[in-house]
């Protein structure tokens, strides 16, 4: 690709991510427009061999990035919690233990500068935390050092995954290279990732910590496959201390003709995940983290795939929504198929693949989706032969349709051609490779 197009590319692609930062989410027509332009230029660097110009198309990634420094998100409204958690943690006070609702008009919130105008920005204002420790230590930090100033504690709070992403561009490059790749594809398989407009606008823009939680998870990966089990364990724990999740990768770790290393595997890992509790720890965490996480699977949805098929087919059966019983139904056959990709012999899988599968499992199977949940995907399948989780990427963004009509209202259309278009080439891809 000539060097004036490459440059070119880039300039238009800063111009796209200015405007799509800037952008309410309820603006549809322009939002989608914004988002298939990124794409299509992302698709055609890629396409033109994008790994020549390596040096400049990386530092524009990471400019992009930094486009976002400046303005609060406008996609997503998760970091108004955030910063809520980081006051009253910033003032003395456990976030785990307080419904917001509950404590508003209370002298507590005046003394942790907690606002009405804040608080109606809150998306669950009725349910505790979730966010685990280790995250909810960077809340405080951010509200103690942004002040009252909500766009100075966002740029804290954004500054952790900044470093992330620059944590897993490197990562992915030198996995790429354990993997026995030539230096074309290591450059090449870097980008991938790194000027994908999915994760360039939901992790740094709309502040997302996926981007912290994969470059963790990428870390405990390298070291496993250098044979170092202490920093592996290490890392994936801090993965699971950012966020749950990357504990369901842990069964694909285990050695099963050797069980005293697995043991002492899960022991580190244990270990450093449940470490930041200690500093948290009261008798009502554990009920009202479980009361959240248990509300998370019988009462949210969006974006699901095969929870909505069953939702349908159980309302004419029994006249209701039964999300309380499928959920946790579906969660369940979560839990046997990741095992199933996990251990059985029969696949012929590589590691970074069995995790590409487990998570896929996972969300599958999940009530909610959102676009951002899919960026670990993204990183792993650089490491692997299947490339469906790119164009999970590409068609994601149109769930934001959503948010376009008042009430919020889910078109049910584009969520089943979502999950028609990737599910075919997820099909395709496993059958070819089988081959």
Same mark, same amino acid.
């Given at each position: 690709m000539r060097r004036w197009a490459l440059g070119l590319g880039v300039v238009l692609s800063g111009i796209g991510y200015y405007f799509l930062m800037q952008i309410a989410r309820t603006e549809t027509t322009t939002l989608l427009t914004l988002w298939g332009g990124l794409f299509g230029l992302y698709g055609i660097a890629l396409y033109c061999k994008a790994e020549s110009g390596f040096s400049l198309l990386i530092g524009a990634a990471l400019a992009f990035r930094l486009i976002g420094l400046t303005s609060m998100p406008t996609l997503s409204d998760d970091v108004y919690r955030f910063i809520w958690d980081g006051r009253l943690l910033a003032h003395?006070?456990?976030?785990? @233990?307080? #419904?917001?609702?509950e404590i508003l008009s209370t002298p507590l919130a005046a003394k942790a500068e907690l606002t009405d105008a804040l608080f109606q920005k809150l998306n669950s204002p009725h349910y505790y935390t979730v966010y685990p420790p280790l995250l909810q230590g960077w809340f405080g930090v951010s509200a103690t050092w942004g002040g009252t100033d909500e766009l100075a504690t966002a740029f804290w709070l954004r500054l952790p995954i900044l470093l992330g992403e620059l944590g897993t561009c490197w990562l992915l490059y030198r996995?790429?290279?354990l993997l026995g790749k030539d230096e074309a594809t290591m450059k090449r398989g870097v980008l991938l990732y790194a000027l994908n407009p999915l994760v360039i606008v939901e992790l740094t823009a709309n502040i997302h910590y996926e981007g912290l939680t994969t470059c963790f998870l990428l870390a405990g990966l390298y070291f496993y496959q250098k044979h170092k089990d202490l920093p592996s364990a290490t890392?994936?724990?801090?993965?699971?201390?950012?966020?749950? @999740?990357? #504990?369901i990768f842990l069964p694909a770790l285990l050695d099963k003709g050797r069980w005293r290393k697995s043991l002492r595997y899960v022991l580190a890992t244990g270990v450093v995940f449940l470490f930041p509790f200690l500093f948290f720890f009261d008798a009502a965490i554990l009920e009202n983290l479980s009361t959240s996480l248990d509300l998370y699977f019988r009462r949210f949805e969006f974006n699901a795939s095969l929870y909505y098929i069953l939702r349908e087919v159980g309302t004419l059966i029994w006249g209701y929504n039964p999300i309380a019983t499928i959920g946790p139904f579906l969660a369940l056959v979560a839990a046997s198929l990741i095992l199933f990709f996990s251990w059985s012999q029969r696949l012929k899988l590589s590691?970074?693949?069995?995790?590409?599968?487990?998570?896929?499992?996972y969300l599958l199977c999940a009530t909610t989706v959102h676009p951002w949940y899919v960026v670990p995907l993204i990183a792993l399948c650089v490491l692997t032969r299947f490339r469906f989780p790119l164009l999970w990427s590409v068609v994601l963004p149109l769930t934001y349709v959503a948010y376009g009509q008042v009430p919020f209202y889910e078109n049910l259309w584009i969520v089943g051609m979502e999950y028609g278009i990737v599910g075919g080439w997820m099909v395709w891809e496993s059958l070819r490779f089988r081959e």
């Amino acid at each position: 690709m000539r060097r004036w197009a490459l440059g070119l590319g880039v300039v238009l692609s800063g111009i796209g991510y200015y405007f799509l930062m800037q952008i309410a989410r309820t603006e549809t027509t322009t939002l989608l427009t914004l988002w298939g332009g990124l794409f299509g230029l992302y698709g055609i660097a890629l396409y033109c061999k994008a790994e020549s110009g390596f040096s400049l198309l990386i530092g524009a990634a990471l400019a992009f990035r930094l486009i976002g420094l400046t303005s609060m998100p406008t996609l997503s409204d998760d970091v108004y919690r955030f910063i809520w958690d980081g006051r009253l943690l910033a003032h003395g006070y456990n976030p785990f @233990l307080y #419904l917001p609702s509950e404590i508003l008009s209370t002298p507590l919130a005046a003394k942790a500068e907690l606002t009405d105008a804040l608080f109606q920005k809150l998306n669950s204002p009725h349910y505790y935390t979730v966010y685990p420790p280790l995250l909810q230590g960077w809340f405080g930090v951010s509200a103690t050092w942004g002040g009252t100033d909500e766009l100075a504690t966002a740029f804290w709070l954004r500054l952790p995954i900044l470093l992330g992403e620059l944590g897993t561009c490197w990562l992915l490059y030198r996995l790429l290279s354990l993997l026995g790749k030539d230096e074309a594809t290591m450059k090449r398989g870097v980008l991938l990732y790194a000027l994908n407009p999915l994760v360039i606008v939901e992790l740094t823009a709309n502040i997302h910590y996926e981007g912290l939680t994969t470059c963790f998870l990428l870390a405990g990966l390298y070291f496993y496959q250098k044979h170092k089990d202490l920093p592996s364990a290490t890392y994936l724990g801090i993965a699971a201390g950012v966020k749950l @999740l990357p #504990l369901i990768f842990l069964p694909a770790l285990l050695d099963k003709g050797r069980w005293r290393k697995s043991l002492r595997y899960v022991l580190a890992t244990g270990v450093v995940f449940l470490f930041p509790f200690l500093f948290f720890f009261d008798a009502a965490i554990l009920e009202n983290l479980s009361t959240s996480l248990d509300l998370y699977f019988r009462r949210f949805e969006f974006n699901a795939s095969l929870y909505y098929i069953l939702r349908e087919v159980g309302t004419l059966i029994w006249g209701y929504n039964p999300i309380a019983t499928i959920g946790p139904f579906l969660a369940l056959v979560a839990a046997s198929l990741i095992l199933f990709f996990s251990w059985s012999q029969r696949l012929k899988l590589s590691l970074p693949e069995r995790w590409l599968w487990v998570l896929s499992t996972y969300l599958l199977c999940a009530t909610t989706v959102h676009p951002w949940y899919v960026v670990p995907l993204i990183a792993l399948c650089v490491l692997t032969r299947f490339r469906f989780p790119l164009l999970w990427s590409v068609v994601l963004p149109l769930t934001y349709v959503a948010y376009g009509q008042v009430p919020f209202y889910e078109n049910l259309w584009i969520v089943g051609m979502e999950y028609g278009i990737v599910g075919g080439w997820m099909v395709w891809e496993s059958l070819r490779f089988r081959e």
